[in-house]
């Protein structure tokens, strides 16, 4: 029986890469940090940004890595703080955004003033949804 002489890889598109994609996060994050926090541009651009990478992942376009089966048990325990804090947030916003019971948006706002944490949160967000989109 004959071994075949190569071993058949399935390719990666070249933009698909990490030395293509991590300065790709880099110049967007940068460019959606120059935008005020929680601004009407701010937004249209995280729609822009977050629905085009959507698309690509709906599309099948991209090669997709393999999800676990199951959650771990580890990780399981992060959804508890994650659960807890959107409950505050969506409870704070339907009773309304006081002086004495803001937001957790209003909260981060001080922090989100500086451009570097703009940008690296922006960094943060899309190579946390290119994961999820990949999967």
Known sequence: MEQPSEIAVR???TWDRPIVLIPSFVLLSAIGGLFPSFSLPANLYVLAVGGTMLWLG???RLPRR?????LDR???WWLLPALTLAAVELATFIGGSTYHS?????????VLESYLARAALYFGWLTAFWGLVRR
């Open 11 to 13: 390719d990666t598109p």
């Open 58 to 60: 709906l599309s099948g």
């Open 66 to 70: 393999p999800a676990p089966r199951r």
């Open 74 to 76: 580890a990780a399981a």
């Open 102 to 110: 803001p937001t957790l948006s209003l909260l981060s706002d001080p």
